[in-house]
T-cell receptor, first 113, second 110 residues
Framework: DTAVSQTPKYLVTQMGNDKSIKCEQNLGHDTMYWYKQDSKKFLKIMFSYNNKELIINETVPNRFSPKSPDKAHLNLHINSLELGDSAVYFC????????????FGPGTRLTVT | RKEVEQDPGPFNVPEGATVAFNCTYSNSASQSFFWYRQDCRKEPKLLMSVYSSGNEDGRFTAQLNRASQYISLLIRDSKLSDSATYLCVVLRPGFQKLVFGTGTRLLVSP
């Protein structure tokens, strides 16, 4: 059973489109995250949710909107995609009070053309 | 200055070699440090935590030097399967947020 899963694994789309990435974890964790890893392999946090509540919101364009329908799911919707949004997006989760031990999903490789 | 800095490498070593990576961090208030491993085109995974007293897990040893604000990872008797990118990670104090270095790439050859 996959602990943290993301769909889709690959996403190729044109500039200006709107797309969503879904994430689910079956670990019973309370906290979920979205990270962006750019072409230089720099992994940076975008958002963090704890029990469906937003707790970290980095300086991310408001074209990016996370949604957590329940504590096992954290989706990422991106409006008006730009070339610079091309990256690998990782979802992760952790137990409360063990924020350092994060379990990552396999990543979604987004290419904007 | 980046919050966490690492030499990107790659470090090319033969099997059986000992290799060490260093990482520096800028926030002197940081308390918690970790090494994650990321295989090519895969997700990062926690390798080990770094304690003030140093800690060892098999062939891997992690150490922390608070005075100089650097963290090290030593791998003994390198295996082909150790080839990966090693990410130095700091837990930003007060925000419970992990800050990742850009990683050091290790290539172990036969």
């Amino acid at each position: 059973d996959t602990a943290v899963s993301q769909t889709p694994k690959y996403l190729v789309t044109q500039m200006g489109n709107d797309k969503s990435i879904k994430c689910e974890q079956n670990l019973g964790h309370d906290t979920m995250y979205w990270y962006k890893q750019d072409s230089k392999k720099f992994l940076k946090i975008m958002f963090s949710y704890n029990n469906k509540e937003l707790i970290i919101n980095e300086t991310v364009p408001n074209r990016f909107s996370p949604k957590s329908p329940d504590k096992a799911h954290l989706n990422l919707h991106i409006n008006s995609l730009e070339l610079g949004d091309s990256a690998v997006y990782f979802c992760a989760s952790s137990q409360e009070n063990r924020d350092y031990e994060q379990y990552f999903g396999p990543g979604t490789r987004l290419t904007v053309t | 200055r980046k919050e966490v800095e690492q030499d990107p490498g790659p470090f090319n070593v033969p099997e059986g070699a000992t290799v060490a990576f260093n990482c520096t961090y800028s926030n002197s208030a940081s308390q918690s440090f970790f090494w994650y491993r990321q295989d090519c085109r895969k997700e990062p995974k926690l390798l080990m935590s770094v304690y003030s007293s140093g800690n060892e897990d098999g062939r891997f040893t992690a150490q922390l030097n608070r005075a100089s604000q650097y963290i090290s990872l030593l791998i003994r008797d390198s295996k082909l399967s150790d080839s990966a990118t090693y990410l130095c990670v700091v837990l930003r104090p007060g925000f419970q947020k992990l800050v990742f270095g850009t990683g050091t790439r290790l290539l172990v050859s036969p």
